[in-house]
Nanobody, 126 residues
Framework: QVQLVESGGGLVQAGGSLRLSCATS????????MAWFRQAPGKEREFVAR????????WYVDSVKGRFTISKDNAKNTLYLQMNNLKPEDTAVYYC???????????????????WGQGTQVTVSS
């Protein structure tokens, strides 16, 4: 059973920063590629960022490039999403996801991920 537990969401003003965390097992973090998705009210779940299981490759949706950074700390069994210069359009529930495939490729569809956390709310006020 793979468990993913997000934390770190909250309310922040535009231009501010937040760091999201996703706690999981050592096996999951070292073996699976991981990603962050987000879902705003009335919208489909949207890919945000992905990191390969090797940690050597990352991918981002264009709207967050230069502002968000995905990383992981295998010693702490935690995946992170550092979000800087936040904008009101970043408001959403953010989800951590794990992909069992070892392929070092971009995967932007939610259907390609095998495990999900419960989500954490991020609200950016203008």
């Amino acid at each position: 059973q793979v468990q993913l537990v997000e934390s770190g969401g909250g309310l922040v003003q535009a231009g501010g920063s937040l760091r999201l965390s996703c706690a999981t097992s050592a096996r999951t973090l070292s073996s699976y590629s991981m990603a962050w998705f987000r879902q705003a009210p009335g919208k489909e779940r949207e890919f945000v960022a992905r990191i390969s299981w090797t940690s050597r490759t990352t991918w981002y949706v264009d709207s967050v490039k230069g502002r968000f950074t995905i990383s992981k700390d295998n010693a702490k069994n935690t995946l992170y999403l550092q979000m800087n210069n936040l904008k009101p359009e970043d408001t959403a529930v953010y989800y951590c996801a794990a992909d069992r495939s070892t392929a070092i490729i971009q995967r932007m569809s939610a259907a390609q991920y095998d495990y999900w956390g419960q989500g954490t709310q991020v609200t950016v006020s203008s």
